[in-house]
Every structure is written in structure tokens, then in C-alpha cells.
């Protein structure tokens, strides 16, 4: 019975020796267990979320960058955001209050009696002159040829000219082997008359702007029209021999100066087969004379790019528009190398118009 008891006692003192090791090992798996938990916990805690704070930064980063890059386009393009579904006439159509500021800006000049290309302004010394070709030319060594086409053209309009500077931007555009078109206006300054029959022989478009360029004139009645129109026409003719059919209308087709009907001023142009010519792309050199020739060709190249077919840049051949000129080796060897083909205008080139001609004159 003693010995009985003995053993039980013994027995149990094994049962719980080993009760107390399993309760000791259990333990240490749960505070291993824990501490795993803990683990994950710790990493689904921070881990995660830090590395998704830095996948959004950076996320978020990227699309700023984007954004601001949208922003200078938007800016440079205006109104030209969504180019793809865009034709060039509706581009056009947008263009017209651009045009307006800029006929408005003209019109205050010339109520003033002054048109800017007939005042005798400065000129810079030629020593500044010949300078700026040399840097044209050392710049222009590997860009004569074009390899890439985008299957878009770019017409580059000069108007209001000729001036002091046209034969700086004739150079310019041979150094180059550009071809432009010009519409000219009347001027009377003897250093100038060789021009317009140098744009002719470097095998550039002459085109009319006008004989007067002076709103109230032109635009006074349809018989002062008509009679500006051909003194500029018979003008060119005794200059060049060249019988122009190309027309832009001082401040555009969409100009609010005109006291007559458009449209009878478009069917005299058209009874006579003259076609004329707005813009879709403009530098806003007649705008802003101070602004730099970088900022000139983001305005252009603005439009040109949001433009979903050719392009026609107005610009200007003004005396207080050498900016204008310097701008243009740059214009001319982007242009070249995102794809497009500069070509002056001729006959088969599809005009882009502000205002379309109805055929119908309004009383
Ligand atoms: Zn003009």
C-alpha cells in the first residue's frame, strides 16, 4: 500500500514535470508566434504604407511634372489643347481674338497717322549686323538638308515689309535655303525699293497686304478698297513683273475695322482670282516688340505642334522686329528636325482663312 502510494506520488511528480515543460515549450510558441504576429503587424503597419507613401510621391511627382509641362503648352498653344480632332480652318477659327488684340494694337498705331515700318526709327550699327549673320551661318553648317518629313508643311509669312532689315532676313532664310512668303506693303524709303524685287529673284512668294496699310483708308469703302488693292497690285507689277494673286487682308479677314462688308471685299478678290490668306500660327512680334526671339519661336512652335495640319506663321518684316529675324535659325532647324517641310506659298497651296467667302454680299 506505502510502496503504492509511493510510486503515485512519483508518478505524478513526473505527470507534472512534464505538464510544466509542455506549458514551458507552449509558451515559448506563443511568444515565438507573438512575436512573428508582431512582425507582421509592424511590416502591414509601416512597411506597407511607407512604401506606398513613396510609391504615390513619386507617382505624384511624375504627374506634377507632367502637369506643368501641360500648363507651358497650353500657355504656348492658347486655345490649342485638343489638336487631333481639330481641322485647320477650326484652328483658325480660334485664332481670331488672337488677331483682334493684334488688329486693335494696329489700328492704335495708325489712328495715330504713324504706320511703324514708314517712321524713321534707329537702326543698329552694321557692325551688329554683320555679326549676327556670322552666328547665323556658323549654326546653320548641318541643317541645309531635311531627312524626316511629318507630312506637314509650314508656310512662314512675312508681313508689312519691306524694311531696313529685309535684306538681313533674306540672307538669313538663303543660308537656310528657305523659301517664304512676303506680304508686302508700299514704301517709299529708296533703301528699301530693291527689295521687293530681291525677294522675287531668291524665289520667295510676293504677295499684297495693301498699298497704305492704313485701316481707315483701306477700309473705308468697298471703291477705296479696290483702288488699294490695285496700286499695290499695279506696285509689285512695275517692281517685279510678277502679277500677284495673293492677298492678306490688313488685320486679317476677321479684322472688326472694316466700315464695309467683308464679304464684298472677298467677292471683289474674288472676281479678280485673287485667293487670301490668314494665319493659324502666329510669333506675336507685332504684339510685343520686347519679347525675345526664344519666346518668339515657343509661340510659334506652340501652334505649329497643336496645328492637325499645315501651318501658316504670320510674322513680321518690321524695322522694330529684328528679334524676328534672330529668332528664325532656331525656328528653321526645329521645324526641320520635327518633320516639317517650310515651303512658300503657290497656287496649289489650300489657303487658311478666318472668315469664310460666302458668296453672298451682306447690304
Ligand atoms: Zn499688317
Known sequence: MEFRKKTLTEYEKEISAEEIREEKEFHRRRVRNFKRMLMVTFIAVCAIPVSMCTYLMIKMNRLDARLEKLVDRVEEGKTFVDSENTSPNDVAGTLVSEQMAYGDLEKGTESEGIRVTLTDSKENSDGTHTEDIEDVEGDSQDITEQTYYNGKKVYLTFDDG???YTGE?????DTYNVKATFFVVYNDKEEVQPYYQEIVDRGHTIAMHSYSHVYDQVYASKDSFVEDVEKIHDFIYDETGVDCRFYRFPGGSSNQVSKVDIQSLMAYLDE???????????SGDAVDSSLTPSELNTNILGYVRANAGDSVVLMHDLQNNHATIEALPELIQTLKEEGYEICPIEDDTIPVQHVQYTGEENP
Open 162 to 164: 519691306p524694311s531696313t
Open 272 to 282: 479678280e482670282n485673287i485667293t487670301y490668306f490668314d494665319w493659324n500660327s502666329l
Open 169 to 173: 532676313l533674306l540672307d538669313v532664310l
